[in-house]
T-cell receptor, first 114, second 116 residues
Framework: GDSVTQMEGPVTLSEEAFLTINCTYT??????LFWYVQYPGEGLQLLLK?????DKGSNKGFEATYRKETTSFHLEKGSVQVSDSAVYFC?????????????FGTGTLLAVQP | EAGVAQSPRYKIIEKRQSVAFWCNPI?????LYWYQQILGQGPKLLIQ????????DSQLPKDRFSAERLKGVDSTLKIQPAKLEDSAVYLC??????????????FGPGTRLTVL
């Protein structure tokens, strides 16, 4: 079945460091891909998404490119801030079918130190 | 625009007791989802409604879990009787359209359930 695999955390970085969180997926066809973020004490919120191959999603300095040849959707940011400390979830939504449920990875905790 | 509302935020019960969670989606959103998030895992879909009809409940443990969405607006999720393994955060989400793969889902703050 469809699944998402993302790198395990925690990822600990110093402020202004470069961030990469790896995400790969297994799915039939071409799903939509999402990154959701969960800040401490808050609910899940959409960070960015891409709905077709080679699309790049971007928001708040974060970027991710839908790569169908490597079935990947890695999250990157050039310079992280302490306020980026959160749990990041990669997810897919299958194309077609009756449901557009999100299938999530296990999440990656990012801790940014000043 | 008000977000997805859920209550209660926290609930502690003993095993074999019953519990109910409530969700009010964003106004006008046709699709409503309930997810279960066990500690250390990503959320897993329990049930999806399109208006007041069920689209997918394949992962809902129907011997103990039930959900309804009367009048296509708010929804309740019930567990009866609860087991220890039901300890989790229960997330409600909604989306405005007809449940397409490209839709953004908007999540509520969740209800943290602890079963003792």
């Amino acid at each position: 079945g469809d699944s998402v695999t993302q790198m395990e955390g925690p990822v600990t970085l110093s402020e202004e460091a470069f961030l990469t969180i790896n995400c790969t997926y297994t799915a039939t066809g071409y799903p939509s891909l999402f990154w959701y973020v969960q800040y401490p004490g808050e609910g899940l919120q959409l960070l960015l998404k891409a709905t077709k191959a080679d699309d790049k999603g971007s928001n708040k300095g974060f970027e991710a490119t839908y790569r169908k040849e490597t079935t990947s959707f890695h999250l990157e940011k050039g310079s992280v801030q302490v306020s980026d400390s959160a749990v990041y979830f990669c997810a897919l939504s299958p194309l077609g079918g009756a449901t557009n449920k999100l299938i999530f990875g296990t999440g990656t905790l990012l801790a940014v130190q000043p | 625009e008000a977000g997805v509302a859920q209550s209660p935020r926290y609930k502690i019960i003993e095993k074999r007791q019953s519990v109910a969670f409530w969700c009010n989606p964003i106004s006008g959103h046709a699709t409503l989802y309930w997810y279960q998030q066990i500690l250390g895992q990503g959320p897993k879909l329990l049930i999806q409604f399109q208006n007041n009809g069920v689209v997918d409940d394949s992962q809902l443990p129907k011997d103990r879990f039930s959900a309804e969405r009367l009048k296509g607006v708010d929804s309740t999720l019930k567990i009866q009787p609860a087991k220890l393994e039901d300890s989790a955060v229960y997330l409600c989400a909604s989306s405005p359209l007809r449940g397409r793969s490209t839709d953004t889902q908007y999540f509520g703050p969740g209800t943290r359930l602890t079963v003792l």
